[in-house]
């Protein structure tokens, strides 16, 4: 009976030393084995077997893209200016058995790095150069920081300057100055738009003028035709020695018809009477 009890003892530790062989790696994730204390091999994913007593599985480590959020570092400006500066940093882990085995608290020595290379990169720019450089500077960073910790298996994708706080009495200034130039633009745009409301004003103005003056222009032209024309009507109907003169004239120009025909005019003529022997006269002359 003991036997039995011994041999299913036993086939319950060999069960759970058989257990403890089969290691199953996750999608996205790499596991480090080390034999008798050094390096043996890296586990994809997928299921492995591996030595017991004799093989070390370290923590899994993950392949996938990670967010490391820096608290503020303060960070002195060229012109002597201190700002406090946090930074995110991307970066993925390339090669397992390097992070590793490259430096020791890999987190910890990126964000000392980027630290040390942010106030290397601000210590070159002044204030106003700081705050309208953050493309370059995160550039800078991210190629500075992917070098470095290419040894370390470590891939930094991208880096960003998430806050950028000047000293209190910097930032009053700056909202002084930025108040200052949004009122200098309001009054451009004010004097502008009133500018451009007097010019329409003045050309409204001014073609109103041109077309009152147009109109009277023909008023007075239909005004003038009127009363010429109601001289003609009057005199066609009870004509007068004036209107007889002029149809008079008319008919000694009619006559000469363009031929060189000498006509005297005697300045005597006042009626109807004496126009009407000239045109005689000269009628007699031309047969």
């Known amino acids: 009976m003991g036997l039995y009890i011994a ?32 390096y043996h091999k890296t586990l994809q994913t997928g299921i492995h077997f591996i030595a017991p007593f004799f093989d070390k599985v370290l923590p899994a480590i993950s392949l996938k893209e990670k967010v490391a959020d820096f608290p503020p570092q303060p960070v002195i400006t060229k012109d002597n200016v201190t700002m406090q ?5 991307y970066f993925q882990i390339t090669d397992p058995k390097l992070y590793t085995y490259g430096v020791e608290k890999p987190l910890m020595a990126i964000e000392n790095f980027t630290a040390t290379t942010l106030r290397n990169l601000v210590g070159e720019l002044e204030l106003d150069g700081t705050l309208t450089s953050r493309d370059t500077v995160n550039s800078k960073m991210r190629i500075i920081l992917d070098e470095a910790t290419d040894p370390w298996g ?7 300057l998430k806050n950028i706080l000047p000293p209190r009495d910097i930032q009053q200034a700056m909202e002084k100055q930025m ?34 003056a147009e109109a009277k222009k023909q008023s ?9 024309e109601a001289i003609r009507l009057i005199n066609e109907a009870n004509p007068n020695a004036a209107y007889l003169t ?21 300045s005597e003529i006042q009626n109807v009477t004496g126009l009407l022997a000239s045109l005689k006269a000269v009628v007699d002359d031309k047969k």
């Open 246 to 266: 002029i149809k008079g004239y008319e008919a000694l120009k009619n006559v000469a018809d363009g031929q060189s025909t000498k006509i005297i005019v005697p």
């Open 179 to 212: 108040r200052a130039e949004r009122e200098r633009r309001e009054q451009i745009l004010k004097a502008e738009g009133e500018k451009r409301a007097n010019i329409l004003v003045a050309e409204g103005e001014k073609e109103a003028m041109i077309l009152r």
């Open 85 to 89: 500066i946090d930074t995110v940093v």
């Open 7 to 38: 041999l299913g003892i036993i086939a319950v530790i060999l069960f759970i030393i058989l257990i403890s062989c089969v290691k199953v790696v996750r999608q996205s994730t790499t596991v480090i084995v080390e034999r008798l204390g050094k």
């Open 220 to 228: 007075l032209i239909a005004e003038a035709e009127g009363n010429a």
């Open 154 to 160: 470590i891939k930094v994708n991208r880096v960003e």
